[in-house]
């Protein structure tokens, strides 16, 4: 079972076949919406909408904990793929480009980023050396190849807090600390899924120039950023059918 967390700009997925939906409870609260199960050519998948299928949860908000739970207890999924859209900080990744992280930094804060916290449960440690799962990461970079669409191969993704856009000072400061990408919901989806024990890799769309940068260089103009994500999730959505045709 393939799992999707969809983003904002991918709050459906047009080429899934859909069979059924379900109503989930967790112990961690409510997920951001029903589970929708089905096919993409005949590979089993499970989607849910990160944001709220009204895309009305803010990053902050969305209860990560309830959707890894939901996806790995109630879905039975076996891996994960996050889409999500970003700000592009490196010169070279502009708005409209497609990019497949290898690494995090967070610079979250008040998420619940564990499901161990129980005054009753021992501190569990994970290795999160690689955030990404590296093998899904090749097989989405295989796919968009058999699909033709280019994608970028390996970025620093930065996790800011939001729901409000970067600083031009806190994107220079993201770029001296290594990052190349900005975005709000990266963590803790991708630790929480380790935890979980699913391989998780992100299929990040960049959908306008992060602060100070590009045509963002005074403000972000955010009339520019639907026509952006529109164009390119007909893209991810390529890549995904591709991903799928392999599956079994």
Sequence with gaps: MLAIIGGSGLTQLSSLEISHQQVVRTPYGEPSGALTFGLIGKQAVVFVARHGY???IPPHRVNYRANIWALAKA???TRIISVASVGGIRADLGPGMLVVPDQIIDYTWGR?????EGCDEQVVHIDFTHPYDQDLRQELLAAAARGHEPLVDGAVYAAS???RL???AEIDRFE???AHIVGMTGMPEAA???EAGLPYAALTVVANWAAGRGDSASEIRFETLEAVLQEAMVRV???IGCLCEDCS
């Design 54 to 56: 009204g895309h009305t």
């Design 112 to 116: 619940q980023m564990t499901f161990h």
């Design 176 to 178: 001296r600390d290594g």
């Design 161 to 163: 807090q939001g729901p």
């Design 237 to 239: 959505r390529q890549v």
């Design 192 to 194: 929480l899924a380790r």
């Design 166 to 168: 970067e600083t031009a």
């Design 75 to 77: 879905a039975n999924a």
